[in-house]
């Protein structure tokens, strides 16, 4: 047997070697971090005595862990490489973008789902009411990037950047172009649904809108024929029983809003229990209001309450920022500050349940046989500082190591 002894900075980022032994590091179980040594083939790995190695790595004596996931994105910058590099950086491998344009998809896989990139997937297109969120939001990205975006913007709003629907002929006439774009999910926008009637024709009320609620189920049994799940944004309680009553399967926002009052915002047993009998998973971005204060204050109010309604209930929780460019690092930051959860638990959220969710047929976020040889190597214990996290000293994809991200 031929043996190579690499270090961990003089490892090449060329192909991977079909059959390698992983040693001295510490894998995290789900529960604990183990001493062993894995063996992994062909990018995923394989038991012990499966495969004779024909290169050894040495870990360092690093905490090893699976990937991290961001389902909660936006990925609207056509320069790839710099958001490909940006995700590396924090170890996240996986990401659900959460609406965007088929048009930019060119762009972004030519660089991502890659070997040496994190892998994603999109919902194109997101379905709204006329001049509903996120029209406002579309509609000002040519004052930020003139030129040809601005042309794009004003040349394929709708239906090249979203979805205006207001009856179900609406949806009929665009369902088969939004198929044809081969969307990897579907995503609705409910914003005020209690309010919708009142607000449909208002139009002062442009941008504070969402889809009308009643069509939501037509989404949903539109979307489930063809093999897709939904995700629906969410601002107030009332949206998240829209969501759960109209049968989708994410739910992208955990309710909360810069209002002194917090009633409109705040979940009750009754509708975790709802969201949990569905099987609904709920993906946190607190951090979205981009101001720490202002975050940890609704953390206090509306969204850690929520988090307790949700965990309480046996509602399943995964990790997203809604932040870009930035990741959800700054998410798990946010929520290390709210002290509810453990260590172990943000860590489980972050690369186990995140991951799983974004790809749920795909064998990742473990340390098994016939998963996916996919992994970080940290300088220090997680479990004892979650900082150390951000301390990573080799990056793993499928067997290949990657790079310092520049």
């Known amino acids: 047997m031929r043996t190579v002894l ?56 690093g905490y090893v862990v699976p990937p991290f996931g961001d389902a909660h994105q936006h990925l609207v910058d056509p320069n790839a ?8 950086r924090d170890g996240i491998f996986y990401v659900m973008d959460q609406s965007n344009s088929p048009l930019l998809r060119p762009a972004l896989d030519a660089v991502l789902n890659k070997p040496t990139s994190f892998d994603f997937i999109s919902a194109h297109q997101g379905w ?141 047993d009754d509708d975790a229990k709802q969201a949990a009998a569905r099987n ?13 204060a202002i975050t940890d204050q609704l953390l206090a109010s509306q969204l850690g309450p929520n988090i307790t309604v949700l965990r309480r209930n046996g509602v399943k929780l995964v990790i997203g920022s809604d932040l870009f460019p930035a990741t959800a690092a700054v998410e798990i930051a946010a929520l290390m500050r709210s002290k509810l959860f453990t260590n172990l638990e943000l860590l489980r959220l972050w690369s186990v349940a995140t991951p799983q969710l974004i790809f749920p047929q795909r064998r990742i976020g473990e340390f098994r046989e016939g998963f996916e040889a996919s992994f970080l190597v940290l300088r220090g214990d997680p479990l004892s500082d979650f900082r150390n996290t951000g301390a990573i000293a080799m990056r793993v994809k499928r ?5 310092p991200p520049r």
């Open 280 to 292: 609904v998973t709920v993906i946190t971005t607190v951090a979205q209001q981009r101001d720490s």
């Open 128 to 268: 709204t009411s006329p001049a509903g969120h996120p029209v406002e939001v579309i509609k000002r990205a040519p004052q930020m990037m003139p030129g040809p975006i601005a042309d794009l913007v004003r040349d394929s709003l709708d239906p090249g950047m979203v979805m205006q629907v207001d009856t179900r002929d609406d949806i009929e006439r665009r369902w088969a172009y939004f198929l044809k774009g081969r969307p990897d999910f579907v995503k609705v926008y409910l914003l005020q649904s209690d309010r919708h009637a009142a607000m449909r024709n208002d139009a002062r009320m442009e941008g504070n809108r969402g889809i009308d609620p009643a069509l939501v189920p037509e989404l949903v049994t539109r979307a489930h024929a063809a093999g897709l799940r939904v995700s629906a944004h969410v601002f107030t309680a009332a949206d998240f029983r829209a969501a759960v009553t109209g049968g989708v399967d994410i739910i992208a926002h955990i309710p909360g809003g810069r209002n002194s009052n917090p009633a409109p915002f705040l979940l009750t």
């Open 399 to 403: 067997g290949r190591l990657l790079g």
């Open 6 to 61: 690499v270090a961990l900075l003089a490892w090449s980022v060329a192909a991977p070697a079909q059959n390698v032994e992983y040693r001295n590091g510490k894998w995290f179980d789900g529960a604990r971090f183990r001493d062993t040594v894995m063996f992994a083939s062909g990018g995923v790995f394989r038991a012990k005595g499966t495969t004779t190695a024909d290169s050894i790595v040495d870990l360092g004596g």
């Open 81 to 88: 490489s710099v958001t490909n590099a940006t995700y590396l």
